[in-house]
């Protein structure tokens, strides 16, 4: 789908993405990047790191009006995917999902994480104090955070959690402290969504 005039997004599940699929994608890769993708630890992560690299080449191509097959994919020093002469995009899986984020003239990134049940020791990790207010509520006790979180408050946590890698994955430096920046800071340029059970969030400055 199109976010705006200078933003698409696409997602693909796993169970859609055939073998053929796969084997196709394999081929038009680097000898480098085959070999990197067969020392993956396990299938599903080959096939997911195989499913985003096919669903970036397919939007890059559509939006460049390219063979898909002569794209060639490089990586910044600090590991941010890029494709020479082509617009910017940004790929996340989690757990039988991929998504990729493409910015016509603007640098973008994209965070998607299934939603579940979290311990109180992560939000800790992931919230600064005006996060914790929005997901928690400004009278919660941050002391006493119940092992069990209600559906909207776990909601409001992935929408922090992914806002702030697909932050960091749009200005490049790799994922930082989680902590170091609050969700009030970035929000004017996020568009946040819910797809089945999964949270996204997509940043960029073409996001008004």
């Given at each position: 789908?199109?976010?705006?005039?200078?933003?698409?997004?696409?997602?693909?599940?796993l169970?859609?993405?055939?073998?053929?699929?796969?084997?196709?994608?394999?081929?038009?890769?680097?000898?480098?990047?085959?070999?990197?993708?067969?020392?993956?630890?396990?299938?599903?992560?080959?096939?997911?790191?195989?499913?985003?690299?096919?669903?970036a080449?397919?939007?890059?191509?559509?939006?460049?009006?390219?063979?898909?097959?002569?794209?060639?994919?490089?990586?910044?020093?600090?590991?941010?995917p890029?494709?020479?002469?082509?617009?910017?995009?940004?790929?996340?899986?989690?757990?039988?999902i991929v998504?990729?984020a493409?910015?016509?003239?603007?640098?973008?990134?994209?965070?998607?994480?299934?939603?579940?049940?979290?311990?109180?020791?992560?939000?800790?990790?992931v919230?600064?104090?005006?996060?914790?207010?929005?997901?928690?509520?400004?009278?919660?006790?941050?002391?006493?955070?119940?092992?069990?979180l209600?559906p909207?408050?776990?909601?409001?946590f992935?929408?922090?959690?992914?806002a702030?890698?697909?932050?960091?994955?749009?200005?490049?430096?790799?994922?930082?402290?989680?902590?170091?920046?609050?969700l009030?800071?970035?929000?004017?340029?996020?568009?946040?969504?819910?797809?089945?059970?999964?949270a996204?969030?997509?940043?960029?400055?073409?996001?008004?």
């Amino acid at each position: 789908m199109a976010l705006n005039e200078n933003i698409i997004l696409k997602h693909l599940f796993l169970r859609d993405f055939t073998e053929k699929e796969y084997d196709d994608c394999v081929c038009v890769m680097s000898p480098e990047r085959r070999e990197r993708i067969s020392k993956a630890k396990s299938l599903k992560v080959r096939r997911q790191t195989v499913a985003g690299e096919m669903l970036a080449r397919k939007t890059l191509a559509e939006h460049h009006n390219i063979d898909a097959e002569k794209i060639v994919f490089k990586t910044t020093s600090y590991g941010k995917p890029y494709a020479a002469g082509c617009a910017d995009f940004s790929i996340s899986h989690s757990n039988g999902i991929v998504v990729c984020a493409l910015g016509k003239s603007a640098p973008i990134g994209v965070d998607v994480e299934f939603i579940r049940s979290v311990q109180p020791e992560i939000l800790n990790r992931v919230c600064t104090k005006s996060d914790m207010d929005y997901v928690l509520g400004k009278a919660a006790n941050l002391n006493a955070i119940p092992d069990k979180l209600e559906p909207a408050v776990l909601e409001r946590f992935f929408k922090v959690w992914t806002a702030k890698e697909a932050y960091f994955k749009c200005i490049g430096t790799g994922i930082k402290d989680l902590k170091s920046i609050s969700l009030e800071k970035i929000e004017k340029n996020l568009y946040f969504y819910t797809l089945k059970n999964y949270a996204v969030a997509v940043f960029g400055t073409d996001i008004k």
